[in-house]
């Protein structure tokens, strides 16, 4: 009988193969399957539904918690988008081939630096099942073969998925091989993937910090994090009040689940009294658990939680919000500073000097000035979709579309040249 470790390897074996044939095919090829493949998700949309309706199922009873059953759940709407996505990442410019620097040498040499695909990306991801669909446009589109390990809870919504990605690049002549769904979800199964150093190129984990820690812990090959979402909102002393509460009500209300929602509000101690009664009415009224400070607890009445030390380091994924009065900009980036998570930070200002120097000094990958941190997605960046967001500075960060999910090689063109 064939072992797990033997039959990841084979699996990673033939996704190598399947990565060699990618990347000599033409950018319009890569398109044409990412077209058929939309259209095969499209004919199974009841089969996938069907699949999709058992996880979530199985997940109610082993008592999954609401936000993860909300992240399970594959409705007509998040279907609709998915297919969108793979429409817009169809229609992005291919990178594959872009000359992106050309010198000529006083020999006569002529180098290129050209983009190409990374090789077999590995990606290991929780709950969200059109994570699946997702990736694999984004690593088909950068030439790239991908192996996906997904969450047990979406274990038959990914698998319908991986059939009907791989259906379409077939009807296309490209290698199925090119997108592999782990068919387990053995835990051993993780170390295994991350072990595999000859046919990986590259490890992306997005998911919690047990799982990330998991990857890191036994990667052989390069990994890149999408780590912890503990994003800030910091409401500066020349906020515009409206403007600062609709900012907040959208980072933490609009979809509290995902990792680009706030999770801790940062306010200027002089306009403290002025802002948070009605700030905190209003989220409570929304039905959002308020963890404050002792000048929170103050200002927000009896309905606000004691915060722990702990909760300013909890990414909630939840209607939870940490809230701590601050002394201003200092004390904000103090806190953002040691509690943070490189993700997503933002500044309500009316003043430009202020908001300059919090966006100069916060060390994340998206800084905001008068936004809500919820644009943090490959979608609203124009990216079409995202593998994730990095919160590494190597080799990318922030959302990762199809740029970033290539590497380069130099081109180099002479005319018989020799090194004397």
């Not at 969450?151 to 077939?170: C, K, P």
């Not at 004390?331 to 300059?356: M, P």
């Not at 979608?379 to 970033?404: C, N, Q, W, Y």
Request: with cysteine.
């Amino acid at each position: 009988m064939i072992s797990l470790e033997e039959q990841i390897e084979a699996i990673c074996r033939e996704a190598k193969a399947a990565s060699r044939g990618l990347a000599r095919v033409y950018a319009e090829r890569i398109d044409a399957a990412l077209e058929a493949i939309g259209a095969v998700l499209e004919e199974s949309q009841a089969r996938i539904e069907a699949a999709n309706r058992l996880d979530v199922e199985l997940g109610r009873k082993q008592g999954l918690a609401a936000a993860l059953l909300d992240r399970l759940t594959l409705s007509p709407k998040a279907f609709s988008s998915m297919l969108r996505g793979i429409e817009e990442v169809r229609r992005l410019p291919s990178p594959l081939g872009r000359i992106l620097e050309e010198r000529a040498r006083p020999n006569g040499l002529l180098i290129r630096k050209v983009r190409v695909p990374i090789g077999v990306i590995g990606v290991i991801y929780e709950s969200r099942p059109n994570v699946t669909v997702d990736v694999a446009a984004l690593c088909l589109k950068a030439g790239n073969a991908v192996v996906l390990r997904g969450g047990s809870e979406a274990f038959h919504s990914n698998t319908a998925l991986a059939h009907a990605l791989r259906e379409g690049l077939d009807r296309v002549g490209l290698p199925p091989a090119a997108v592999h769904l782990l068919p387990t979800v053995d835990r051993a199964s993780i170390p295994i993937l991350c072990r595999q150093r000859r046919y990986l190129d590259l490890l992306i984990p997005r998911g919690g910090y047990g799982l990330i820690e998991a990857v890191v812990t036994h990667a052989q090959v390069p990994v890149i994090k999408h780590f912890q979402g503990i994003c800030h909102v910091f409401v500066e002393a020349r906020a515009d009040m409206e403007m600062a509460r609709k900012i907040v009500v959208n980072a933490k209300c609009q979809r509290p689940a995902v990792c680009n929602a706030m999770e801790t509000l940062l306010v200027d101690r002089k306009i403290a009294p002025a802002f948070l009664p009605g700030m905190v009415r209003e989220l409570r009224e929304r039905g959002v658990e308020i963890r404050g400070d002792e000048e929170t607890r103050f200002l927000g009445g009896p309905e606000v939680v004691p915060a722990t030390a702990e909760d300013w380091a909890t990414e909630y994924l939840d209607l939870i919000l940490s809230v701590r009065v601050v002394d201003g900009l200092p004390e904000a980036l103090a806190h953002i500073g040691q509690f943070g998570s490189s993700h997503s930070d933002a500044i309500v200002t009316e003043d430009r000097e202020t908001a300059e120097e919090f966006l100069r000094s916060v060390d994340s990958a998206v800084v905001y000035w008068n936004s809500s941190t919820r644009f943090t997605d490959g979608g609203e960046f124009g990216l079409g979709a995202e593998v994730g967001i990095s919160t590494d500075k190597i080799h990318a960060r922030g959302p990762m579309g199809v740029d970033e999910l290539t590497s380069y090689k130099y081109v180099v063109v002479g005319s018989g040249q020799i090194r004397e």
